[in-house]
C-alpha cells in the first residue's frame, strides 16, 4: 500500500509543479494547461485505493437509484393522473381518485427519501471505513519503518565495533612487527 500513496503523493507533487509552473494572473490565480492537469487527475482517480473507488461508485449508484426512483415516481403520478382524467367524470369520483393519487406521490416520495437515506448511509459507512482501513495501513507503515531504522541502526552500530576491532588488530599486528623489526635489526 506504501507504493500506493508514493504514487499517489508523488502525482501531487506533480500537480503542484504544474501549478507553480502556471502563468500566474492574480496573487491566488494562474493559468495551467489543463491537459497536464486532466492527464493528472486520472492518474490520481487510477491510484486511489479500491476503497475509494468502491465508495464513489456506490455514491454514483444511489445517485443512479434516486434518479430512478424520481422517474418511477414521475411515471407514476402521470399515469395515476391520465387514468384519473380518462376515467373519471363525475366530480366525488374525481376527488376520491385525487386524493388516492396524492397518497400515492407521498408513498413515492417517501420511498424515494429512504432510499436517499440508505444510499447515503451506506456511502458514509464505506467511507468510514476507508478512512480506518487507511489510517490503520499508516499506523501499520510508520510502525514497520521504524522496526526498519531500529535494525538498520543495531547493523550499522555492529559493523561500527567491527571496524574499530580491526582497527586495534591491524594496530597490534603493526606494533609487533616494528617490534620484531626492531629486535631483529638490533641483533
Given at each position: 500500500?506504501?507504493?500506493?500513496?508514493?504514487?499517489?503523493?508523488?502525482?501531487?507533487?506533480?500537480?503542484?509543479?504544474?501549478?507553480?509552473?502556471?502563468?500566474?494572473?492574480?496573487?491566488?490565480?494562474?493559468?495551467v494547461?489543463?491537459?497536464?492537469?486532466?492527464?493528472?487527475?486520472?492518474?490520481?482517480?487510477?491510484?486511489?485505493?479500491?476503497?475509494?473507488?468502491?465508495?464513489?461508485?456506490?455514491?454514483?449508484?444511489?445517485?443512479?437509484?434516486?434518479?430512478?426512483?424520481?422517474?418511477?415516481a414521475?411515471?407514476?403520478?402521470?399515469?395515476?393522473?391520465?387514468?384519473?382524467?380518462?376515467?373519471?367524470?363525475?366530480?366525488?369520483?374525481?376527488?376520491?381518485?385525487?386524493?388516492?393519487?396524492?397518497?400515492?406521490?407521498?408513498?413515492?416520495?417517501?420511498?424515494?427519501?429512504?432510499?436517499k437515506?440508505?444510499?447515503?448511509?451506506?456511502?458514509?459507512?464505506?467511507r468510514?471505513?476507508?478512512?480506518?482501513?487507511?489510517?490503520?495501513?499508516?499506523?501499520?507503515?510508520?510502525?514497520?519503518?521504524?522496526?526498519i531504522?531500529?535494525?538498520?541502526?543495531?547493523?550499522?552500530?555492529?559493523?561500527h565495533?567491527?571496524?574499530?576491532?580491526?582497527?586495534?588488530?591491524?594496530?597490534?599486528?603493526?606494533?609487533?612487527?616494528?617490534?620484531?623489526?626492531?629486535?631483529?635489526?638490533?641483533?
Amino acid at each position: 500500500m506504501g507504493s500506493q500513496q508514493d504514487v499517489i503523493y508523488g502525482l501531487m507533487n506533480e500537480l503542484e509543479e504544474a501549478l507553480d509552473k502556471g502563468f500566474p494572473l492574480l496573487s491566488n490565480l494562474a493559468i495551467v494547461k489543463k491537459d497536464t492537469v486532466v492527464n493528472i487527475l486520472d492518474k490520481l482517480y487510477a491510484a486511489l485505493p479500491d476503497e475509494v473507488k468502491e465508495a464513489r461508485a456506490l455514491l454514483r449508484r444511489r445517485d443512479e437509484l434516486q434518479y430512478e426512483a424520481q422517474q418511477k415516481a414521475e411515471k407514476t403520478i402521470s399515469e395515476a393522473q391520465a387514468e384519473a382524467g380518462r376515467i373519471l367524470s363525475e366530480s366525488d369520483l374525481l376527488k376520491a381518485v385525487q386524493r388516492e393519487a396524492e397518497k400515492i406521490k407521498e408513498q413515492v416520495i417517501s420511498d424515494c427519501e429512504e432510499i436517499k437515506r440508505k444510499a447515503y448511509d451506506e456511502a458514509n459507512a464505506v467511507r468510514s471505513q476507508a478512512m480506518d482501513e487507511a489510517s490503520r495501513m499508516k499506523d501499520s507503515a510508520s510502525v514497520y519503518a521504524e522496526q526498519i531504522l531500529v535494525g538498520l541502526e543495531q547493523n550499522i552500530n555492529q559493523l561500527h565495533e567491527i571496524v574499530k576491532d580491526n582497527q586495534i588488530q591491524l594496530e597490534r599486528k603493526r606494533s609487533e612487527e616494528e617490534n620484531l623489526y626492531t629486535a631483529n635489526y638490533a641483533n
